[in-house]
């Protein structure tokens, strides 16, 4: 079955850099979107970006307002197991959040709606310190 397991969270300093990645511990998934979502307690799950992977030279990526020009999203085409990567660069507090590796087989124009993806991870927790 689909897994998808997420790694790289931790707590950094405002200013800090962090890269999390995203993978199908299954090995099943070859579905061609995915994504980064956010949560913070309380609050409801947010899209943070997403690529749309519909060739194997790379995919369309889209990205949050919020973190439009810090954070990249990617997915390298060599690697075998895939990964899906969030780069994340001048991290602030308000980036605090739980953060969440999302799948679908469907190439969606509603990309930043939760309800869009079927296969999530449990999710990693990045910590951003003042």
């Known amino acids: 079955q689909v897994q998808l397991v997420e790694s790289g969270g931790g707590t950094v300093r405002a200013g800090d850099s962090l890269r999390l990645s995203c993978t199908d511990s299954g090995r099943l998934f070859l579905g061609y979107q995915l994504a980064w979502f956010r949560q913070t307690p309380g609050n409801e799950r947010d899209f943070v970006a997403a690529?749309?992977?519909?060739?194997?030279?790379?995919?369309?990526?889209?990205?949050a307002d919020s973190v439009k020009g810090r954070f990249t999203i990617s997915k390298d085409p060599t690697e075998n197991p895939w990964y899906l990567y969030l780069q994340m660069n001048s991290l602030t507090p308000e980036d605090t959040a739980v953060y969440y590796c999302?799948?679908?087989?469907?190439?969606?124009?509603?990309?930043?709606?939760?309800?869009?993806?079927?296969?999530w991870g449990k999710g990693t927790l990045v910590t951003v310190a003042s």
């Open positions: 999302a799948g679908s087989y469907e190439l969606d124009s509603y990309y930043y709606r939760a309800s869009s993806y079927k296969y």
């Open positions: 690529i749309h992977w519909n060739n194997w030279n790379g995919g369309s990526a889209y990205y």
